[in-house]
T-cell receptor, first 111, second 114 residues
Framework: EDQVTQSPEALRLQEGESSSLNCSYTVSGLRGLFWYRQDPGKGPEFLFTLYSAGEEKEKERLKATLTKKESFLHITAPKPEDSATYLCAVLSQGGSEKLVFGKGTKLTVNP | DTGVSQDPRHKITKRGQNVTFRCDPISEHNRLYWYRQTLGQGPEFLTYFQNEAQLEKSRLLSDRFSAERPKGSFSTLEIQRTEQGDSAMYLC????????????FGEGSWLTVV
């Protein structure tokens, strides 16, 4: 069964303090790994899709990387507006179209 | 705004009542998904449609839940005889066929069963 584990569950940073979020996954063949941002009471907002090990994508202060077992979301010089829950999800090659999500990492950036 | 639209955004209902949620996907997206999310958890897959055909259903989708997508455009998710355990946010998402394409989510419909 496909599984996604995110760590840490919660992370507090000072503004400008860079860090990384981890997403470990187990799938029967990876079709895609997705990162989403979710603000309280709202739906997930798409950030990145990664398809193969070694792939990297960047958007503003965020950079996502992928290996065969995990993905990292690096946050460089974060700002308070980056505070949110970051969700990781995988889509496997097993024939199902469902995304399997982790529980998320709640990021708080203090000014 | 041409994103995924969900209605209502919030619903409070008494246990035992039926509720229905509507989702309008992004125009021309032929795949539509329903997920459920509870506090502190990631979204859990419920079902998905390709055009009007319901191609996959989760074991989470008990016989009290039914989803439809007539004409392959908007979709409805109905919960019959609601229970307190049904309290959650119900998320709709859409994408184009191709697998691995970006899946866009709506803002969700909050259900509280009292």
């Amino acid at each position: 069964e496909d599984q996604v584990t995110q760590s840490p569950e919660a992370l507090r940073l000072q503004e400008g303090e860079s860090s990384s979020l981890n997403c470990s996954y187990t799938v029967s063949g990876l079709r895609g790994l997705f990162w989403y941002r979710q603000d309280p009471g709202k739906g997930p907002e798409f950030l990145f899709t990664l398809y193969s090990a070694g792939e990297e994508k960047e958007k503003e202060r965020l950079k996502a990387t992928l290996t065969k077992k995990e993905s990292f979301l690096h946050i460089t010089a974060p700002k308070p507006e980056d505070s949110a829950t970051y969700l990781c999800a995988v889509l496997s090659q097993g024939g199902s179209e469902k995304l399997v999500f982790g529980k998320g990492t709640k990021l708080t950036v203090n000014p | 705004d041409t994103g995924v639209s969900q209605d209502p955004r919030h619903k409070i209902t008494k246990r035992g009542q039926n509720v229905t949620f509507r989702c309008d996907p992004i125009s021309e997206h032929n795949r539509l998904y329903w997920y459920r999310q509870t506090l502190g958890q990631g979204p859990e897959f419920l079902t998905y449609f390709q055009n009007e055909a319901q191609l996959e259903k989760s074991r989470l989708l008990s016989d009290r839940f039914s989803a439809e997508r007539p004409k392959g455009s908007f979709s409805t998710l109905e919960i019959q005889r609601t229970e307190q355990g049904d309290s959650a946010m119900y998320l709709c998402a859409s994408t184009n066929e191709g697998g691995g394409n970006t899946i866009y989510f709506g803002e969700g419909s909050w259900l509280t069963v009292v």
